[in-house]
């Protein structure tokens, strides 16, 4: 047998996870300090009832708390220079982030600039003169899975394109996993998000980066997200709180595993479609996964039988199928859009780290399977 | 469905594995600072050639260092003082460890009595003003799983038996997994050690306080150490590389997976083996194993019967044989000696942890099946 495995392995957050979770580990929040920046969005925050929960505990422990709600969805450059501006004038200890992947991936933007005054390109830099500020994370969403990951995607207007930064001081410290929060979302929202989540696992199982570690992980990840999907299909009252319970710990899994491997092209393809036509992150991603798993099955097609098996699948067409049938919406691109966006994503890394060679034409053919004309 | 699952997750040590991984990794020791203390036992660091990779990755990054390589096996209170003591002195940033189980446990005491000059009773208070020294471990065994816990067992000499203490600042910082430097082993004691990891997958996965994280971590281990049984069954030529290092990598699950979970009365009863009869650790957990199956089989068939499919065995009878059949010595054990190590054990959380209710006769048929007279 050859001797070739690695269980390299890196996951610091503390993640903890069940109903009112907040409530029963608050003093956890205690060990991060006395000052407490909370960073979310307009309103999920609040409708989720994490904000609630959050505040009552930091109440509780006697720790003073400043809001910056303003985080947009796809968070800008600008927009996490406000936050950073916020956090320097409040000189909060920690900070505390709800919401989906859009406030998660702010948060640790804006932890960095706290404690470095410098512009939000430099964030890019990835080496910080100081220690950001620790975060604990709370998902709203069971998809970003970025409350377990060291990585942030930002939103560069003037490169028009979205990209990730990151280091291993941006893990979380805390992530709190609690599945209530994620009751009140739109269905859509929760069928997009879910859709992120396995496209994390799936990209991170075929990823040539994946290893032993990532491995139990998609795997496990991917079996608790196959026992969602048929809810996902069914529709809004499939979703009760055991199957956004699973898809939470799905979506952390889908999180760690990447934590190792990175994502694979289907995310850097996807940022084109959110950036110029709107498609919300999760759902370019589900529509680019059959392509993905038609080119990755040519190159690794054990890895991909095992997908569909956890997945309850017999061939890449039925699941792409499946996938293609949960988004209601289509974009059609042009020649044009097509050459641009497959442009855009050759030189990134995510296309070093995805199986077998990625021409041209497996990107062009990948976006085709959903976005042009027939 | 009913809504109880958990997946609480907390593992914050680096793993690093591969051959060569300290020279591919050295650069983590340069980020621990320029003064390391190496705390190894009397033989095995160098007999395992960890030590040389570990000097010159410290030599090549300017890193002054000291050995204290005076551990004994089953290390005692006194032992670890002597230990702290040579810390105090030499004042290092942190420390290095080698070895199996002892080397490790002891270097966790030695990281905390480095900065807090207190008598090694007061490791058990679990609080200590300053934070431990930060820790790189070596595992030169594939058994204790030390290198990925926050847990160290020492010998308290005048209460006659051996004792955890912990702390989430235990978690080394760093494990190197290399598995060249289990090669080296003797043959007895790499089933020995290798046991002892099965002990800790087992009662991991039985343990009362198993949750959806920790049975991942227990599941991929038992599947890895399955497929090295018949390697152990046969005999030393049948140890190579590749089984090693499936061993390595499941003694790291199972040190992952206690880490959650902490043992089960297995560990509390074998304490008192190890201390009056000198049976080596994973020895007398083997050997308490067919009882504690058997016993867990009457509360948790299921999960058993999961144990027993990773293990390619039909029924606990013949895994239990086939365990047994590891170990070439056998004490006989008197009345009284049963009476009396229930008595030590039946206090013990290890007790409380394990699954169902454990009565003195529970624990009586444990001891039964392997050390006392047919």
Redesign the interface.
Known sequence: ???Q????????T??????NIIQDEQSRLGEMGTRCLIVTGASSAKASGAFQDLTSALENLGIRYELFDQVEPNPSLENVAQGGDAARRFEPDFIAAIGGGSPLDAAKAIAVLAVNDIPPQQLYDGHFANTPLPIAAVPTTAGTGSEVTPYSVLTITDQETKKGFGGPDLFPKLAF?D?RYCQSLPFQVSVDTAVDALSHLVEGYLSARAN??SD??AE?GMALWGTCLPALQIGEGAL???VR??LL?AS?LGGMTISHTGTAYVHSLGYPLTFYHDIPHGQANGLLLPGFLRHAESVNPDRVAAILRHLDHRSTKSLGDTLASLFPRRVQLSQDELDSYVEKTLPTKNVTHSPGTVTREVLINTLAENFSRP
């Open positions: 047998m050859q001797l495995s690695s269980f390299s392995f890196f996951m610091p503390r993640v903890l996870h069940g109903q996993l599945p032993d570690a139990m992980l496990r009760d709180t055991a319970d699973r710990v952390a």
